[in-house]
C-alpha cells in the first residue's frame, strides 16, 4: 500500500513522505509479527503481493513522449530568458521546428538574436511575426531596433514612425525615433564634410570649373551658408551660363536671402535651358504661392 501510494502522489512525494514512512514501519512490524508467530503462508501471501505491487508499479502501461511539444519547448525558454541563460535560444528553435508558425517563439528568438549580435535574423524573426501581425506594436518597435543595430537608419526611422501612428503616446518609440534622426543628420552632416572636402580639392587644381563651382555651392546651400554658396554660383553661371543646375540652385540660393525678384529670374533661366526640368518648375510654384 506504501508503495502504491509512493507512485500515485510522486509529484507530492516530499509532502507525503512523513506519513508513507509511518505506514511502512507498521506494515514491517506486521510481517515481523507474522514471522515471529511462524505463521509463514500468510508472511509469504503478504511478500508476494508485495513483489506484485512492485512490477505493477514499475510497469509502463502507457508510452512515454520522446519529445515535448511546441509549447512545452516554449514555456522552458520563457523560463530560461528570464534566467538569462543561453538554454534559451536553443528551446524557441526546437519551439519553431515543432510548430513553424509558432509566432509568440519567433518574438522571442528575434529579441535573443538581436541581443546576441545577429540582427539579420532577429529582422527575419520580427517580419515573421508581422506578416500575420502587421500592426504588433512590440514587434515594429524591435524591427526598428534590429534595423537600427543593422545600421539601415531609414528603415529603423520607419518602424519607430509606424509604432508612433498605432500608439501615439509610445515614449519609447519617442525616443528611439529621436536618436535614429540624431543620428540620420549625424551622417548627413559627416557625407557633407566629405563631399565639401573633394570639391575643394579638385578646385584646387582647376579653380574655374563651372560645374565644381555649381556642385559646392549646393553643398554650402545644404549646410545653410548662403553667402559662400551665392559667391560659387554667381561665378559658375559667369563663366558658363548654359548650366541650368547652377541657374536653379542660385535662385534657391536668392529667395534664402530674400531676393525674390532675382530668384525668379534664375529659376526662368533654367527652365528655359531645360524645359523638362521639374525643380524650377515646383521653385516657381513655391513663388507663386509666396505671392498669394
Not at 509568440?104 to 529582422?123: P, R
Request: aromatic share 10%; hydrophobic share 45%.
Amino acid at each position: 500500500m506504501v508503495i502504491v501510494l509512493f507512485f500515485v502522489t510522486a509529484r507530492y512525494k516530499m509532502n507525503i513522505l512523513p506519513f508513507l514512512i509511518i505506514l511502512a514501519v507498521y506494515g514491517a512490524i506486521s510481517l515481523f509479527e507474522l514471522f515471529r508467530k511462524k505463521a509463514f503462508p500468510k508472511a509469504a501471501a503478504y511478500g508476494g503481493l508485495l513483489v506484485v505491487l512492485l512490477i505493477l508499479c514499475n510497469w509502463n502501461v502507457g508510452t512515454m513522449p520522446s519529445d515535448f511539444n511546441a509549447d512545452a519547448y516554449f514555456n522552458l525558454g520563457v523560463n530560461y530568458m528570464k534566467k538569462e541563460l543561453p538554454e534559451a535560444k536553443t528551446m524557441f528553435e526546437k519551439a519553431i521546428e515543432q510548430d513553424p508558425e509558432f509566432l509568440d517563439a519567433y518574438g522571442n528568438l528575434g529579441i535573443l538574436l538581436d541581443t546576441e549580435g545577429d540582427h539579420q535574423g532577429a529582422v527575419q524573426c520580427f517580419e515573421k511575426v508581422l506578416t500575420r501581425y502587421p500592426d504588433d506594436i512590440e514587434a515594429n518597435s524591435h524591427l526598428g531596433i534590429a534595423f537600427y543595430h543593422l545600421g539601415d537608419l531609414n528603415k529603423a526611422r520607419e518602424q519607430f514612425i509606424k509604432v508612433l501612428t498605432l500608439d501615439n503616446n509610445n515614449e519609447t518609440a519617442k525616443y528611439n525615433l529621436e536618436i535614429v534622426e540624431k543620428k540620420i543628420r549625424e551622417q548627413g552632416a559627416a557625407t557633407l564634410d566629405r563631399l565639401m572636402d573633394k570639391f575643394q580639392a579638385q578646385l584646387r587644381d582647376d579653380p574655374e570649373n563651372p560645374a565644381l563651382l555649381s556642385n559646392l555651392g549646393m553643398i554650402y546651400i545644404m549646410k545653410k551658408d548662403y553667402q559662400n554658396a551665392l559667391t560659387l554660383l554667381q561665378k559658375a553661371v559667369t563663366l558658363d551660363p548654359r548650366i541650368p543646375q547652377a541657374h536653379n540652385n542660385l535662385g534657391v540660393v536668392l529667395l534664402e536671402l530674400g531676393r525674390v525678384a532675382e530668384a525668379r529670374k534664375a529659376f526662368e533661366t533654367a527652365l528655359k535651358l531645360k524645359p523638362d526640368y521639374e525643380s524650377p518648375k515646383k521653385n516657381l510654384q513655391r513663388l507663386e504661392k509666396l505671392k498669394k
